[in-house]
């Protein structure tokens, strides 16, 4: 069909894990686990980000669009971690990155690149 588009990416959550798989074969992903720190990062002309990062500071970038129930409840499982600062930086979000979960260790610095 025409009007029929293939996504350029979807999200899996399970207990393991959250991956994102792209259109040209790549996947980025991340096990709960080794989950260090979560961003989210947007604003009004772009789709809100969820930023994952492990201790490495290598990313899995899950977009608003991707993000359902089963991803947020799984979130909620993080130590400490508080659904209502999640809910005021998505809101909130003005293009500026903001932290709403941090480990006990602090993932290292994120290299220079543009989140997809």
Do not use: K, N
């Not at 989950?35 to 989210?40: F, K, N, Q, S």
């Not at 359902?68 to 909620?76: E, G, I, N």
């Amino acid at each position: 069909m025409h009007g029929d588009s293939v996504p350029d990416s979807y999200v899996y959550v399970t207990e393991e894990g959250v991956a994102r798989h792209y259109a040209d074969g790549s996947v980025a992903a991340l096990a709960w686990e080794d989950l260090a720190e979560v961003r989210i990062e947007g604003g009004s002309d772009a789709d809100i980000l969820y930023i994952l990062l492990d201790h490495d500071g290598q990313s899995c970038v899950v977009p608003r669009s991707a993000v359902d129930a089963a991803f947020l409840a799984r979130l909620r499982y993080l130590p400490d971690f508080d659904p209502e600062r999640l809910g005021a930086a998505v809101d909130a979000s003005d293009g500026e990155s903001v932290v709403v979960w941090r480990s006990p260790e602090p993932p290292a610095p994120l290299p220079d690149f543009e989140y997809d």
